[in-house]
Structures are given as structure tokens and as C-alpha cells.
């Protein structure tokens, strides 16, 4: 591989040694350039009047101008990539990097440990691939902005469809590029919707309890990370917490279960949910797949779909990564495929309120 044909990289960090740690495990890839490194926003922005990388890393909380007020500047005026990699421990900054996702970056990752610490080789590898995979995305769209475009007028749905429904419970998967688009159908749904919403939501470590807070702040909808056991209510949104798969019993009530490794590496994943939700509840339930790479939930979302559930794929145009809804589409599963906004004035069609 030559030089030319290299992914190129910015990172943005206020610490020199975590600088110098991501730079070695990202230059440590054959396939993969550290051009540069900047100490705040303001300086990534001066690099970028004069070089184009092809992905930038950026952090959160930095003088000058933080992670956010980078991103939004980045996003106004250019189509690269941005990963956060972010401290998940400190509340603030999680809060403002699902902000910066609102803004236009695209994946969010723990910044990884240092040499010699246990879990150095996983998170460093998880960087690498992260970054091979996120250069690839061209155009990075801000959310903020697609909700002042004028949406064509929803197709495909029949007034009878609307009239026949009825939906007891949504089930809705996502990966990369998710939590945008989560965050903009849960705020134009009634917050008094008449069934319960259970999501799985792919996300790094340590960053799940930030997207509840961030979600219930920004969009007033319930949300809260579910118990096993619990008892599912109207108008609530429960997500799959780390490490536990998610289902439900006939009587309504939350099951989480540890994942077996031969059957998915994914926990949560979407895939299990689905199915839960086909075998539980039939044709009354709505499954929606969202933007993500692979293919997790577009198997078990045809299983909804041949149980007479309504099934709906995110867009291609709208999608971050058009993986997990792309599938769906493939494999038939998907009855629907519909913009965010498409969705979210679906559900309430064809849902009641209390």
C-alpha cells in the first residue's frame, strides 16, 4: 500500500500523552496515517485551512474550544468524519459528546488505556477498526438541519393498515449513527403514547447511562435503562443495558439474560429483542431497524414481519451506515422503508394516546 492510498488522521486531544498513545496505535497500522495532532478545537481548525484528513479523533473537554464547539464548526463547512473519543466517566462530557453526535460526528469510543493496562490491546484494536471503517463514510449529515427540510409525504401505509393496527409494543434496533436519530423520533412522538418502546441501541462502554440522561433531557420522552423483571409501561422507553440481552414475557415484564458468545458476539443485541418480540406479541408489535453497520436484527425483523408485525427500515439517504436497515431490505423483512421523520409520524398513526 502506498503512501497516497493511506487513511489519513487528525487527532484532537489536550493531553500530549494521550496524543502520542493514539498516534502509536493508529500509525502502528500499515493501512493508517497520523498526519497530524492538534491540543484544541481552535487548532484543529487552523490544521484543517491547509491539509483534508481522512477521519478525525476528537475529545470532548479542552480549553479554547472544546470537542463540541469543534465539531459543530467542522460540520457547518466540511463532509469528514468524526469519532469522539471521550473520558466516560465525567458526566459533563458525556453529555456534550451526544450533543456533538447531534451535531454531525458519528461514532462514539472510550479513549483507550495505556500500554501495559489489561484491556490495552481490545480498546487499541477497537480504535484501528473503527477508524477503517468510519473513513469510509463520506458525507456526514447534520440532524439539526435535516429536520428544517420539507419531507416528501408518507407512502406505502394505507388508511385501512392504520385502521386494522393494533399495536401493543415498538421494538427498535440500532447501531452507528443511532442515537441522532433515536433522539429525533422520541421528540416528535406524544409523550403520552399508549404502548411501551424497548430499544437496543449499540454503544461503547461506560457511555449508556449519558445517552439516557442526554435522551430524557432533550427529548422529555421517559427513558430509562431496564431492570430485569420489571414491569413495561405506556408511554416509556426502556434500553437493553450493557452486557444483558433484552426480551419480554407474555405479561409484559423485561427479561435480561447473559449472552451465550456462541450464539452472538453482540450484547445487546437487536437480533435477540426481535425475536423476543415476534414469539411475545405477533402481529401486534412494530419493529423499526435504524442506520448501523452488519446485519444484527434484519433476520429476526423478517421474523416480525412473516408474524404479520408492521417491520420499517431507516433510508438509505438518512442513514449514517446503511448495514443493519440495508439487510433488512435485502432479505424482504422490512414492509417499510421510511426517513426518521417518516417513522416517527407512522408511529403515530398508528398507535393511540392516553
Same mark, same amino acid.
Given at each position: 500500500?502506498?503512501?497516497?492510498?493511506?487513511?489519513?488522521?487528525?487527532?484532537?486531544?489536550?493531553?500530549?500523552?494521550?496524543?502520542?498513545?493514539?498516534?502509536?496505535?493508529?500509525?502502528?497500522?500499515?493501512?493508517?496515517?497520523?498526519?497530524?495532532?492538534?491540543?484544541?478545537?481552535?487548532?484543529?481548525?487552523?490544521?484543517?485551512?491547509?491539509?483534508?484528513?481522512?477521519?478525525?479523533?476528537?475529545?470532548?473537554?479542552?480549553?479554547?474550544?472544546?470537542?463540541?464547539?469543534?465539531?459543530?464548526?467542522?460540520? /457547518?463547512?466540511?463532509? =469528514?468524519? #468524526? @469519532?469522539?473519543?471521550? *473520558? $466516560?466517566?465525567?458526566?459533563?462530557? !458525556?453529555?456534550?459528546?451526544?450533543?456533538?453526535?447531534?451535531?454531525?460526528?458519528?461514532?462514539?469510543?472510550?479513549?483507550?488505556?495505556?500500554?501495559?493496562?489489561?484491556?490495552?490491546?481490545?480498546?487499541?484494536?477497537?480504535?484501528?477498526?473503527?477508524?477503517?471503517?468510519?473513513?469510509?463514510?463520506?458525507?456526514?449529515?447534520?440532524?439539526?438541519?435535516?429536520?428544517?427540510?420539507?419531507?416528501?409525504?408518507?407512502?406505502?401505509?394505507?388508511?385501512?393498515?392504520? /385502521?386494522?393496527?393494533? =399495536?401493543? #409494543? @415498538?421494538?427498535?434496533? *440500532? $447501531?452507528?449513527?443511532?442515537?441522532? !436519530?433515536?433522539?429525533?423520533?422520541?421528540?416528535?412522538?406524544?409523550?403520552?403514547?399508549?404502548?411501551?418502546?424497548?430499544?437496543?441501541?449499540?454503544?461503547?462502554?461506560?457511555?449508556?447511562?449519558?445517552?439516557?440522561?442526554?435522551?430524557?433531557?432533550?427529548?422529555?420522552?421517559?427513558?430509562?435503562?431496564?431492570?430485569?423483571?420489571?414491569?413495561?409501561?405506556?408511554?416509556?422507553?426502556?434500553?437493553?443495558?450493557?452486557?444483558?440481552?433484552?426480551?419480554?414475557?407474555?405479561?409484559?415484564? =423485561?427479561?435480561?439474560?447473559?449472552?451465550?458468545?456462541?450464539?452472538?458476539?453482540?450484547?445487546?443485541?437487536?437480533?435477540?429483542?426481535?425475536?423476543?418480540?415476534?414469539?411475545?406479541?405477533?402481529?401486534?408489535?412494530?419493529?423499526?431497524?435504524?442506520?448501523?453497520?452488519?446485519?444484527?436484527?434484519?433476520?429476526?425483523?423478517?421474523?416480525?414481519?412473516?408474524?404479520?408485525?408492521?417491520?420499517?427500515?431507516?433510508?438509505?439517504?438518512?442513514?449514517?451506515?446503511?448495514?443493519?436497515?440495508?439487510?433488512?431490505?435485502?432479505?424482504?423483512?422490512?414492509?417499510?422503508?421510511?426517513?426518521?421523520?417518516?417513522?416517527?409520524?407512522?408511529?403515530?398513526?398508528?398507535?393511540?394516546?392516553?
Amino acid at each position: 500500500m502506498t503512501e497516497k492510498q493511506k487513511i489519513k488522521v487528525l487527532i484532537v486531544d489536550d493531553s500530549p500523552s494521550v496524543l502520542d498513545l493514539i498516534s502509536y496505535i493508529l500509525n502502528s497500522d500499515p493501512q493508517i496515517e497520523v498526519i497530524g495532532t492538534a491540543l484544541t478545537g481552535k487548532r484543529a481548525l487552523e490544521f484543517l485551512k491547509n491539509n483534508k484528513p481522512d477521519i478525525i479523533t476528537m475529545d470532548m473537554a479542552m480549553p479554547e474550544m472544546d470537542g463540541l464547539e469543534a465539531t459543530q464548526t467542522i460540520m /457547518e463547512t466540511n463532509t =469528514i468524519p #468524526i @469519532i469522539i473519543v471521550s *473520558a $466516560s466517566w465525567s458526566p459533563s462530557e !458525556v453529555s456534550d459528546t451526544y450533543r456533538a453526535l447531534e451535531a454531525g460526528a458519528i461514532s462514539i469510543m472510550e479513549k483507550p488505556r495505556g500500554i501495559g493496562h489489561p484491556d490495552h490491546n481490545k480498546m487499541a484494536i477497537e480504535l484501528i477498526n473503527a477508524v477503517k471503517t468510519m473513513s469510509e463514510i463520506k458525507v456526514v449529515r447534520r440532524w439539526a438541519k435535516r429536520k428544517m427540510e420539507k419531507e416528501e409525504p408518507l407512502t406505502g401505509i394505507s388508511e385501512k393498515e392504520y /385502521e386494522k393496527s393494533d =399495536i401493543r #409494543i @415498538i421494538a427498535i434496533g *440500532a $447501531s452507528t449513527g443511532g442515537p441522532p !436519530v433515536i433522539h429525533d423520533i422520541l421528540s416528535q412522538i406524544p409523550k403520552n403514547l399508549s404502548i411501551p418502546i424497548l430499544l437496543v441501541q449499540h454503544i461503547a462502554r461506560g457511555f449508556l447511562e449519558g445517552f439516557k440522561d442526554w435522551l430524557v433531557k432533550s427529548t422529555g420522552f421517559p427513558v430509562s435503562i431496564a431492570v430485569d423483571m420489571e414491569k413495561i409501561i405506556p408511554g416509556h422507553c426502556y434500553i437493553a443495558p450493557n452486557d444483558y440481552q433484552m426480551g419480554v414475557t407474555a405479561n409484559g415484564t =423485561i427479561e435480561l439474560s447473559n449472552s451465550d458468545p456462541a450464539v452472538t458476539i453482540l450484547c445487546p443485541s437487536v437480533s435477540f429483542l426481535f425475536q423476543s418480540i415476534a414469539e411475545t406479541y405477533g402481529r401486534n408489535a412494530i419493529g423499526i431497524l435504524l442506520t448501523g453497520m452488519g446485519k444484527d436484527g434484519a433476520r429476526e425483523l423478517k421474523m416480525m414481519r412473516d408474524k404479520g408485525a408492521i417491520t420499517i427500515a431507516q433510508d438509505e439517504s438518512s442513514s449514517v451506515i446503511y448495514g443493519m436497515p440495508g439487510k433488512a431490505v435485502e432479505i424482504g423483512a422490512a414492509k417499510y422503508i421510511l426517513s426518521p421523520e417518516q417513522i416517527a409520524e407512522t408511529i403515530i398513526k398508528l398507535t393511540k394516546t392516553v
